[in-house]
T-cell receptor, first 115, second 113 residues
């Protein structure tokens, strides 16, 4: 079956711009989470959506936002980009979310470089 | 706040040797995830441990969970070069609607021929 699809895979943006990243979860999965991975901070939770509702948000500024559509596809948006936003953004897909014990599958990620 | 610690952070080992990666976490959880990440790649699910005493094995890797000790181990048997990667453990944040994974710092495994 198809895995978790993230687009775009690579992008370069300028400080102050905004970016939108997209994630299509595995068919039938209703939970989509986003994580940021950097060498300094490791893997950090951004937010989790389930059936179009944001259930959790991590400790990130309001410039980071997201949404989930009725087909479970999700987007995250970062406005007013800063150099420190350069990271690998990973989308995770599961049937019901991390505490359910279902396997959580990750997409290939979107590599964002802010210059 | 849940904290997850892994050790060692870096492990260089020879092919054919055995070793164990440790994952400690600070608050109650009865489930834990292990992932593998190759350089420049995403996270590949290795194991989902769902109860105290759970043990799962896949090839040369075996993971176990002791919820009383808040400890999981990933044991590598007779390492081969293909196992070189970064390994992460992750614990779901405990309680109700809180649904996020807290990741450990990762263990970079380098298997030398």
């Amino acid at each position: 079956k198809a895995g978790v699809t993230q687009t775009p895979r690579y992008l370069i943006k300028t400080r102050g711009q905004q970016v939108t990243l997209s994630c299509s979860p595995i068919s039938g999965h209703r939970s989509v989470s986003w994580y940021q991975q950097t060498p300094g901070q490791g893997l950090q939770f951004l937010f989790e959506y389930f059936s179009e509702t944001q259930r959790n948000k991590g400790n990130f500024p309001g410039r980071f936002s997201g949404r989930q559509f009725s087909n479970s596809r999700s987007e995250m948006n970062v406005s007013t980009l800063e150099l420190g936003d350069s990271a690998l953004y990973l989308c995770a897909s599961s049937l019901a979310g991390p505490y359910s014990g279902n396997t959580i599958y990750f997409g290939e990620g979107s590599w964002l470089t802010v210059v | 706040e849940l904290k997850v610690e892994q050790n060692p952070l870096f492990l260089s080992m020879q092919e054919g040797k055995n070793y164990t990666i440790y994952c400690n976490y600070s608050t109650t959880s009865d489930r834990l995830y292990w992932y593998r990440q190759d350089p420049g790649k995403s996270l590949e699910s290795l194991f989902v441990l769902l109860s105290n005493g759970a043990v799962k094995q896949e090839g040369r890797l075996m993971a176990s969970l002791d919820t009383k000790a808040r400890l999981s181990t990933l044991h590598i048997t007779a390492a081969v070069h293909d196992l070189s990667a970064t390994y992460f453990c992750a614990v779901p944040n405990y309680g109700g609607a809180t649904n996020k994974l807290i990741f450990g710092t990762g263990t970079l495994l380098a298997v030398q021929p």
